[in-house]
């Protein structure tokens, strides 16, 4: 008997604007292929890959969200903040990316400064490996790449277990925005936020704690991405409560960085109905509303 017929939209999916490694037509494309319903493209604190995607998206006919994973912190705990279908010419936000992206490229050479004293490269080796220019958002992903184009490593998830790891003698984190501060500012911009991969043992030592994800509630996030490859199954039953606790949306994407990752495109997925509540609640309807604004 055939498997029956198991189709949504994946929302979270990386391009060549952040750290994957195909462009947002590319992903376009291969989410029809996948019959997938439809996708979000949801780069790294950028929106700079929404034209492309929103062109390629009319182009084909598929359906696209708007989004942006941003870098954020509560107290030692990394968090990745899925912000969907706001308005990106919002002063705040804009800026907040322009500071997140700053700072980004502040430590991330520094770290290629102190692993160039061991390893063959340079801060041009690491832009080399950079598709977008200025617009790219750029971290440990591309000195990754570098170190994989030098001959230290085959793969980037190689250098990931080593040089790039979060645990490396070289590792420098990212001064990033509160969490709270994040879900206002999404929430000012018209969008809808969502804790990514908040069960994810492998980004934290420590997990957020039921009373952190509580405070953020009470500032207005709207849901917890559930259905991601990095949460283990008991965390997805605790996200699964607190989410019913709460009345949050539950969603999930597969996280894909092209072959930057082994995630593979529509590998977890939000259902239409979740997607039409972040479309209700966020500020842009829809992708012809967005090209009636900007004249794209
Ligand atoms: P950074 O934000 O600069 O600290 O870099 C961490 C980012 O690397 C995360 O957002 C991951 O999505 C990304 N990343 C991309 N490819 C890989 C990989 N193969 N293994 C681990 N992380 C990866
Ligand atoms: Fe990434
Ligand atoms: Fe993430
Ligand atoms: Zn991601």
């Known amino acids: 008997m055939r498997d029956p017929v198991r189709t949504g939209w ?7 604007f952040s750290d994957g490694t195909e462009t947002p037509r590319t992903l376009i494309v291969r989410a029809r292929e996948a019959g997938l319903l439809g996708v979000a493209i949801a780069d ?3 929106t700079s890959g929404w034209g492309q995607a929103r062109q390629a998206a009319r182009r084909n006919g598929l359906p696209l969200l708007l989004g942006t994973e941003i870098t954020a912190e509560d107290d030692d705990v990394s968090v990745h903040m899925l912000a969907f279908q706001f308005d990106p010419g919002e002063m705040h936000i804009a800026r907040m990316f322009e500071a997140t992206r700053a700072a980004r490229i502040a430590r991330t050479k520094r770290m290629v400064e102190s692993i160039s004293h061991d390893y063959p490269i340079t ?3 690491v832009l080399a490996q950079v598709r977008e220019g200025d617009n790219t958002t750029i971290g440990r992903p591309h000195i990754a790449d570098a170190l994989v184009a030098a001959g230290v490593y085959a793969t980037r998830s190689q250098a990931f277990g080593g040089i ?3 645990t490396s003698r070289y590792y420098i984190p990212t001064p990033s925005p509160a969490a709270d501060d994040v879900v206002r500012t999404v929430k000012r911009a018209g969008g809808v936020s969502v804790i ?3 069960g994810d043992p492998s980004r934290n030592t420590t997990l957020l704690s039921d009373d952190q994800i509580e405070r953020l509630v009470e500032q207005g996030l709207d849901g917890l991405e559930v259905w991601h490859r ?3 199954p008991r965390q997805r039953m605790r996200l699964l409560r607190l989410a019913q606790r709460w009345n949050l949306l539950v969603t999930g994407g597969s996280d894909w960085h092209g072959s930057g990752k082994p995630n593979r495109l529509g590998e977890n997925l939000t259902d239409e109905e979740t997607v039409r509540e972040i479309r209700r609640r966020g500020v842009l309807c829809d992708t ?3 090209e009636s604004r ?3």
Do not use: R, Y
């Open 10 to 16: 994946d929302i979270h999916c990386h391009t060549v």
């Open 44 to 46: 790294h604190d950028t």
């Open 123 to 125: 801060w041009d080796d």
């Open 164 to 166: 790039v790891s979060g």
């Open 196 to 198: 990514a991969h908040p």
């Open 230 to 232: 990095g949460n283990p």
């Open 288 to 290: 012809t509303d967005m």
């Open 294 to 296: 900007d004249g794209q």
